[in-house]
Every structure is written in C-alpha cells, then in structure tokens.
C-alpha cells in the first residue's frame, strides 16, 4: 500500500488489514512515498518522519511491514518505480497495490500507467465520501468495500494544529510521535490544549 501516510491514521490500517484478509495476502508493505509529486502544491513532512511514524503504525502487526523504496530513491515518487523496485526484491511474489477510491480515480495520471498494470494487480477500496470508479478492467483492478473510516490525514493535521486530539483516529504511538516532534506546527494559541496532544493527566484530572 503506497501513501504519503502525513500523518497514517487507522483508515489505511483498516482498509489493508480488510484487503490483506479478503485476499489471502501473506504480507502488506507499507510504502511512504518520497516526493509525492501529485502533492507538489502542499507542504509534506519530511520523508523520514512519515517513514517512522508508518513503523510506529504497524509495529504490532506481523503481516505489515515497511519498504524505504521510494524514500531512498530520489526525485518525484512514481508507483511504476515502486512496483519495479518491489518485484526485483520479491521476485517470486504475486503483487497488489492497495488503493483508497480518492487515489483510483487519478490512476490514469500516473506516469506509465499502460505499464503499470502488468506489475501488480489493483485493489480499490471504497473511502467515505469518494466514489469508487470501475476503470473497465476487471482483469487488473478489483473493487472492495471496507468498513467506513471517515479520516484523512489531511484532517488529522489540521487538527492538531487546531489544538484538537488526534487520539483514536490514528495509533497510539503516532500521537507521541506528532507530539514530541512537534509535527503540524500546532497553532501558538493551542500551547494550553497541547496537553490534549500529548495525553498529559494533568488535564484530563478533574479538580
Ligand atoms: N479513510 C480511508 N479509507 C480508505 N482508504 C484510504 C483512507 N485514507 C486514505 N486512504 C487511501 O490510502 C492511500 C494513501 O493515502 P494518503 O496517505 O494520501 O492519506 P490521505 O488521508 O488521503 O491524505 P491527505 O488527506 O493528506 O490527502 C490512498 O490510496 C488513499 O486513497
Ligand atoms: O505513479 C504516479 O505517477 C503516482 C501519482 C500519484 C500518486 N501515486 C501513488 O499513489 C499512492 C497514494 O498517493 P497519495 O499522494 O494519495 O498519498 C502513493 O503510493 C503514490 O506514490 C503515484
């Protein structure tokens, strides 16, 4: 599953775990993206931090892991590379890329896409709030409903830099990790909420 994962919340975990199930998988590898260049227009935390927090994100389960591909390869992040790089490592392997319905619907932006499906097979999953498109080609691509996880990381971000918990909405560990990296450049005035962030007592007491 590729993504840019700034910050992983539990939508990706779930819809891996639903798609590693539906479909036997043995292992799903995580792959954070390093330029993702179709996010050019927004600001993006460092690779190395969304890097950490997707090994933070998955430690627990033994099926997930975590692939440097496309963090070590430098220039813009393309899912051709990924899957190429992927195969030379797992050369016996049968490949599938998970993708929410946001990322499907741009599929055929993506760089080579004619080749792209000779390397791996598609999963879509469904995403609230997106349709999930069938591209006509059965072959490569299966559709997969998953349980409804309303979050984006997008919404994430702009929560902790509101001030906001991000508890429950992504891994416990993550929460630390935003805290203690001060990722999201929390809003000066949220400095009395950050104990809401870091899960301080202090503030959840009541006096
Ligand atoms: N809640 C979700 N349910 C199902 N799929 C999801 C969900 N959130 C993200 N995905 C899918 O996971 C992959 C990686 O997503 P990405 O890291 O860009 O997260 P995002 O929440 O979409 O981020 P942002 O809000 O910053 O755009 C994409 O294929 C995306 O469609
Ligand atoms: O190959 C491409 O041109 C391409 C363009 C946009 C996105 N992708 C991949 O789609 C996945 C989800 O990307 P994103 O930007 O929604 O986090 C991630 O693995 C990206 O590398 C790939």
Sequence with gaps: ?????????????????????KFALDEVVFVPTGQPWQKSNKEVSKPEHRYLMTVIATASNPRFTVSRVDVDRPGPTYTIDTL?????????????????????AQILSWKDVDELWSLA??????????????LGRDEDVSLLEVPAMAISSTDCRNRVNEGNPVWYLVPDGVVQYIAKYGLYAPHPDAAELAPALTGSDDQARTE
């Design 84 to 104: 190429r790089d992927l195969r030379e490592q797992r050369p016996d392997a049968d490949l599938f890329f998970i993708t929410g319905a946001d990322a499907l």
């Design 1 to 21: 599953m590729g993504g840019t994962f700034d910050p992983i919340h539990h939508g990706h975990l779930v819809a891996a775990s639903e798609v590693a199930a």
């Design 121 to 134: 097979h598609f999963v879509g999953v469904t995403r609230p709030g997106h349709e999930l498109h069938n």
